[in-house]
């Protein structure tokens, strides 16, 4: 009977090596499908935030376009004759009914109207330049970032072939259920990080589309401030995607620094936490950038 025992014994080694071996493989292929949608995620955003809202989606900038020619412009005409008229009966009223004034008062306010006209007229080209210069900074840093935004799983991989090797089963078995939760949290923060990125284009065409109805108001030094106020929040808005671009490379850097090593389920846990702390940046980015620029 002692060959059966040696054949039991040997199938069990078989087993607990074949089921070892294939915890081990799918804990790596789990570990680094996770990190290779994330190097996806890292690029689609850097794509993203450097796109002006007509590259981004043409067909949703010409009906945003459209929409504000034909609806919000003619609204904002009534505007702007309203604060060029209103403009003009504070000069008059403040000059003692133009007494106390000269010609040059009644130029300067005609130079004013042909300005404000000039600027309603040409508001999306306004705007446009404003996203063409966030884009070009957006750009240029992309250019220099691009080896860095990468994540690197190579050595990470080799690290872990070490450790896991010396697992027994159920510490294998832990350690995979451990990644899958773990992968779907990180599922979710990159769909949270996807859906701030889209937002922020869904966000810019609406704040584009309302354009001529401030900007019908700089005209006048009391009205103006509502003009004022959207053309930094505009800036704001443009520039954010130089923020998100910079909390990004910021994180592809960190997190390439946790080693493997030591503790392979801190070290992964520590990657998680830094995934966390990216998705808190970028929805920070809004606030930031307004607040650099004064946005209310």
């Given at each position: 009977?002692?060959?059966?025992?040696?054949?039991?014994?040997?199938?069990?080694?078989?087993?607990n090596d074949w089921l070892k071996t294939g915890l081990i493989k799918?804990?790596?292929?789990?570990?680094?499908?996770?990190?290779?949608?994330?190097?996806?995620?890292?690029?689609?955003?850097?794509?993203?935030?450097?796109?002006?809202?007509?590259?981004?989606?043409?067909?949703?900038?010409?009906?945003?376009?459209?929409?504000?020619?034909?609806?919000?412009?003619?609204?904002?005409?009534?505007?702007?004759?309203?604060?060029?008229?209103?403009?003009?009966?504070?000069?008059?009223?403040?000059?003692?009914?133009?007494?106390?004034?000269?010609?040059?008062?009644?130029?300067?306010?005609?130079?004013?109207?042909?300005?404000?006209?000039?600027?309603?007229?040409?508001?999306?080209?306004?705007?446009?330049?404003?996203?063409?210069?966030?884009?070009?900074?957006?750009?240029?840093?992309?250019?220099?970032?691009?080896?860095?935004?990468?994540?690197?799983?190579?050595?990470?991989?080799?690290?872990?072939?070490?450790?896991?090797?010396?697992?027994?089963?159920?510490?294998?078995?832990?350690?995979?259920?451990?990644?899958?939760?773990?992968?779907?949290?990180?599922?979710?923060?990159?769909?949270?990080?996807?859906?701030?990125?889209?937002?922020?284009?869904?966000?810019?065409?609406?704040?584009?589309?309302?354009?001529?109805?401030?900007?019908?108001?700089?005209?006048?030094?009391?009205?103006?401030?509502?003009?004022?106020?959207?053309?930094?929040?505009?800036?704001?808005?443009?520039?954010?995607?130089?923020?998100?671009?910079?909390?990004?490379?910021?994180?592809?850097?960190?997190?390439?620094?946790?080693?493997?090593?030591?503790?392979?389920?801190?070290?992964?846990?520590?990657?998680?936490?830094?995934?966390?702390?990216?998705?808190?940046?970028?929805?920070?980015?809004?606030?930031?950038?307004?607040?650099?620029?004064?946005?209310?």
């Amino acid at each position: 009977m002692w060959y059966m025992d040696f054949l039991f014994s040997k199938l069990g080694d078989w087993i607990n090596d074949w089921l070892k071996t294939g915890l081990i493989k799918a804990i790596q292929n789990m570990y680094a499908g996770i990190f290779s949608d994330l190097n996806t995620q890292i690029g689609d955003i850097s794509v993203q935030v450097g796109k002006t809202p007509e590259q981004w989606n043409s067909g949703v900038f010409s009906m945003i376009r459209n929409l504000s020619e034909t609806v919000v412009i003619p609204i904002a005409g009534v505007i702007l004759t309203f604060v060029v008229c209103y403009e003009l009966i504070q000069m008059i009223v403040e000059k003692n009914n133009m007494h106390n004034s000269d010609t040059f008062e009644l130029f300067k306010w005609i130079f004013k109207t042909f300005v404000a006209v000039y600027i309603l007229t040409h508001t999306f080209d306004i705007v446009m330049s404003i996203f063409e210069v966030a884009q070009h900074v957006v750009a240029s840093s992309s250019g220099m970032l691009v080896g860095s935004l990468s994540i690197s799983m190579d050595d990470a991989l080799t690290a872990m072939q070490d450790q896991l090797n010396n697992m027994e089963i159920f510490e294998l078995l832990g350690f995979y259920l451990e990644s899958l939760i773990i992968k779907l949290l990180l599922s979710v923060m990159t769909v949270a990080a996807f859906i701030l990125v889209y937002g922020r284009m869904i966000e810019i065409y609406c704040v584009v589309s309302i354009a001529p109805l401030p900007f019908a108001t700089m005209a006048n030094r009391e009205w103006g401030q509502i003009g004022n106020n959207y053309l930094k929040s505009l800036i704001a808005l443009a520039f954010q995607g130089f923020l998100i671009l910079v909390c990004v490379a910021i994180y592809a850097v960190l997190i390439q620094t946790i080693p493997l090593t030591n503790n392979m389920h801190l070290a992964i846990l520590s990657r998680t936490g830094y995934t966390a702390l990216l998705c808190f940046a970028l929805y920070k980015t809004s606030a930031l950038s307004k607040s650099v620029f004064s946005a209310h």
